[in-house]
Every structure is written in structure tokens, then in C-alpha cells.
């Protein structure tokens, strides 16, 4: 059994604030860090090996990292969040496209880990109960 698959398993599938927050910090761990590149210690993740794929994988990339904005939507989280959580999904996407300079994209610019980051921030604000030790 994988770490990842473990890490799955135990996953809680309430909608309760603590069980969004290990959710999401699972599936931005499983998109954009999962694996570390040999040589030169860099992390990547589904994202980036699912962009390689023409069209279909940037757009199985686009709606997972779509799944976050859902979750956060689903925390209550304000208009302006969820636009810019969005932005940062449809530029990755959009970059996506463009062949070769896309690939490189998804390996530079983490949408999934900057929305996890607006994500927390209103955790730590407005349910302060979930906030975890290590991230």
C-alpha cells in the first residue's frame, strides 16, 4: 500500500470545517505534490503529469482543482474568494493549452497550493477548532 493510499483511507467524508480541511489538503498534496523530480529535488504532482496528456488532461486537471473552489463554496467562503480561487484554476487551465509552455506551467505555477492557501486562511480565521500543526 502506498503512503497516498493510506493517506485516502483515512480521509473523513463529513462536511463539518476539520473534515473539508484534511480533504483539501489531501487532494492539493495528491495534485501538486506527490512525487519529487530526481536531480533536482523539485515536487510535482497529478497536475503536471495529467497536463502532459493534450486537452483531455488539462481538463481532468481543471475540474479537480474545481473540486477545491467547491469545497471552499461550500465553507461559506466569500464571492471574492471563490473568483480568485477560480482565476487562479482557469489561468492554470488556460496556460494548459499551450503546448510545451503549459507542461512547464504546471510545474512552476501551483494553482491547487494558492487556492489551499485562501482556503486556510479563512480556516484559521472562521474555524479556528481545525487549524493543524503540520502542514
Known amino acids: 500500500m502506498t503512503p497516498n493510499a493510506a493517506l485516502f483511507d483515512q480521509l473523513p467524508i ?9 480533504r483539501v489538503e489531501a487532494l492539493e498534496k495528491l495534485l501538486e505534490r506527490s512525487f519529487t523530480m530526481p536531480g533536482v ?3 510535482f504532482g497529478l497536475d503536471f503529469l495529467i497536463g502532459l496528456v ?4 488539462d481538463v481532468l486537471a481543471a475540474a ?25 484554476v482557469g489561468f492554470d ?24 492557501r485562501i ?7 472562521h474555524h479556528p477548532g481545525t487549524v493543524t500543526i503540520d502542514r
Do not use: C, Y
Not at 463529513?14 to 484534511?22: E, L, M, N, T, Y
Not at 479537480?64 to 474568494?81: C, D, H, I, P, Y
Open 14 to 22: 463529513g462536511r463539518d470545517p476539520a473534515s473539508v480541511r484534511r
Open 64 to 88: 479537480m482543482g474545481t473540486w477545491l473552489v467547491w469545497e471552499a463554496r461550500n465553507l461559506g467562503m466569500s464571492k471574492f474568494q471563490i473568483a480568485r480561487m477560480m482565476g487562479n
Open 41 to 43: 529535488n523539485r515536487q
Open 119 to 125: 482556503i486556510h486562511r479563512h480556516l484559521d480565521k
Open 54 to 57: 493534450p486537452v483531455v488532461g
Open 93 to 116: 487551465a488556460v496556460l494548459g493549452i499551450v503546448p510545451f509552455v503549459g507542461d512547464a506551467a504546471d510545474f512552476f505555477f501551483r494553482s491547487n497550493t494558492r487556492n489551499l
